[in-house]
């Protein structure tokens, strides 16, 4: 898909589905390549994402919203019902009719698959992932474990972070250190970039994974929740320092 056309399809979702504020802009990279870290809000995280970062990305996905016969048992958990609060059989007719429309879309967007808890499957997905990298352009990942708990304030699910080894992989094929941006999506409307997070070469492999996982897992967390007292008057567009 041509960048135009991806702007296009995320301008329509905007309108329709999220027309939110993005805070922050001046914290985005001028250039690639680079990756965005995300909560996912449900369903919201993906489309504000798209719809408010002015930047052609290609997001993972979990695989099973990229297969037709699998994304409407996802639709249906995340959307028709915890979104649309519909019950059964209607959430699952309605998750079947949206898979004819979603799944290609995804495909349209460059969505790259994950296959959580396969090793062998998970290797192509970070070497699609470095392909895009090569190219200098974005990746947007939403790295939190769909198999955990949420916390029940921020809707967060504990990270993963299978998604720092893009930046070994980076590092070890270009010398180069790659920049992770974390993104927070609140439910008020509001989309924040923070500062990025750098892939340090010079800390243990173990190390550096927990690193940079918990200190973007941190800042998305604190901005989340100094976001939620926004309540009390407090500017949100005050959250993030400018680029020095």
Not at 35 to 50: E, K, Q, R, S
Not at 155 to 184: D, I
Not at 186 to 204: C, E, K, R, T
Request: glycine share 6%.
């Amino acid at each position: 898909m041509k960048d135009t056309t991806y702007h296009i399809i995320a301008s329509v979702l905007d309108l329709f589905l999220w027309s939110g504020e993005l805070v922050g802009e001046e914290n985005l990279p001028r250039s690639g390549p680079a990756v965005f870290i995300a909560n996912h809000l449900d369903a919201a995280g993906p489309i504000a994402t798209a719809c408010s970062i002015p930047l052609r990305v290609h997001p993972w996905s979990i695989a099973d919203m990229m297969d037709k016969d699998l994304a409407p048992k996802w639709l249906e958990k995340d959307f028709t019902i915890r979104q649309l609060h519909l019950k059964p059989p209607a959430s699952r007719w309605l998750a079947r009719g949206l898979c004819k429309f979603v799944v290609p879309l995804f495909y349209s967007l460059g969505c790259i698959p994950v296959y959580a808890n396969d090793y062998e499957r998970m290797r192509a997905t970070l070497d699609m992932s470095m392909e895009v990298l090569r190219e200098g352009k974005f990746l947007l990942i939403f790295p939190e474990d769909y198999r955990l708990p949420k916390d029940p304030v921020t809707k967060m699910q504990p990270f993963q972070h299978s998604f720092v080894r893009l930046g070994e992989s980076y590092y070890a094929e270009t010398g180069e250190r790659l920049p992770f941006y974390p993104v927070t999506v609140h439910a008020s409307g509001y989309l924040v970039v923070g500062m990025p997070v750098v892939f340090n070469p010079l800390n243990l492999v173990g190390m550096e994974r927990r690193r940079l996982k918990g200190l973007l897992e941190q800042e998305i967390t604190r901005t989340y929740l100094e976001m939620d007292g926004q309540a009390a008057g407090r500017d949100v567009r005050a959250l993030t320092p400018e680029r020095k």
